[in-house]
T-cell receptor
Framework: GENVEQHPSTLSVQEGDSAVIKCTYSDSASNYFPWYKQELGKRPQLIIDIRSNVGEKKDQRIAVTLNKTAKHFSLHITETQPEDSAVYFCAAIQMDSSYKLIFGSGTRLLVRP | GAVVSQHPSWVICKSGTSVKIECRSLDFQATTMFWYRQFPKQSLMLMATSNEGSKATYEQGVEKDKFLINHASLTLSTLTVTSAHPEDSSFYIC??????????????FGPGTRLTVL
C-alpha cells in the first residue's frame, strides 16, 4: 500500500518569510495529492491539491509542486502570516478501488509575529 | 463545498459503556464514508471505510467488534465504540466521498468528535 512521509515535523518562521513542507510517497500509481490545514480541535481543511498530470499549482500565497519521477511533492507558503500557524498534512490517494487517503505525519507550523 | 456534520461534537463516558457517533452528509449523497482516529499531536489514522449497504472494511489492527460501523443510508454512517476504555479516548473524524466510486473526488471532513472515556 501507499506510504507517505512528511518533513519537517515542526517549522518556525518569521512573519513574511516563506515556509516549505516536503512529502514523499511510495506508490507510483498514486495520482492525487491534497494538502490539509488543521487548527487545534478542528477538522482538516483542504487548502490545495494537485493531480499527477500537473507539475505545479498555485493559489495566491500557496503553491504545490510535484515531482513524479522522484515521488515527492512540496507545499510552499509565501509571505507567511500568524494566521498560517497550524498543523499541515500532506496526503496521497491509494490507487486501488478503496480511494483511501494516506496522510503524512504532519508539520506544525509556527509563524512568529 | 459539500457539508459533513458529526454528532456529538464531544462526549464523556464511563469505562465499559458504548458510544455512538453519527456522520451525516448534509447536501449530497455519499456512497463512501471514512472514519479516522486522531490522537493528540498525531496524524489522522484511517480506521475503516464505510460503504452504503455493505459491511465496512477495517484497517489492519482495528477491531471490528469494538468499533461497529453502520452505513444504512446514503447520508448517514455511524461509528459505535463498544465497551469503551480510557485508551479509546481520541478525536474521531469522519469524511464523505463525493462522486462515483469509479473516480476520485474530494473528501469532505466532518468537524470531529472528541471522546473522553473516564
Amino acid at each position: 500500500g501507499e506510504n507517505v512521509e512528511q518533513h519537517p515535523s515542526t517549522l518556525s518562521v518569521q512573519e513574511g518569510d516563506s515556509a516549505v513542507i516536503k512529502c514523499t510517497y511510495s506508490d507510483s500509481a498514486s495520482n492525487y495529492f491534497p494538502w490539509y490545514k488543521q487548527e487545534l480541535g478542528k477538522r482538516p481543511q483542504l487548502i490545495i491539491d494537485i493531480r499527477s498530470n500537473v507539475g505545479e499549482k498555485k493559489d495566491q500565497r500557496i503553491a504545490v509542486t510535484l515531482n513524479k519521477t522522484a515521488k515527492h511533492f512540496s507545499l510552499h507558503i509565501t509571505e507567511t502570516q500568524p494566521e498560517d500557524s497550524a498543523v499541515y498534512f500532506c496526503a496521497a490517494i491509494q490507487m486501488d478501488s478503496s480511494y483511501k487517503l494516506i496522510f503524512g505525519s504532519g508539520t506544525r507550523l509556527l509563524v512568529r509575529p | 463545498g459539500a457539508v459533513v456534520s458529526q454528532h456529538p461534537s464531544w462526549v464523556i463516558c464511563k469505562s465499559g459503556t458504548s458510544v455512538k457517533i453519527e456522520c451525516r452528509s448534509l447536501d449530497f449523497q455519499a456512497t463512501t464514508m471514512f472514519w479516522y482516529r486522531q490522537f493528540p499531536k498525531q496524524s489522522l489514522m484511517l480506521m475503516a471505510t464505510s460503504n452504503e449497504g455493505s459491511k465496512a472494511t477495517y484497517e489492519q489492527g482495528v477491531e471490528k467488534d469494538k468499533f461497529l460501523i453502520n452505513h444504512a443510508s446514503l447520508t448517514l454512517s455511524t461509528l459505535t465504540v463498544t465497551s469503551a476504555h480510557p485508551e479509546d479516548s481520541s478525536f474521531y473524524i469522519c469524511s464523505a466521498l463525493t462522486g462515483l466510486a469509479s473516480s476520485y473526488n474530494e473528501q469532505f471532513f466532518g468537524p470531529g468528535t472528541r471522546l473522553t472515556v473516564l
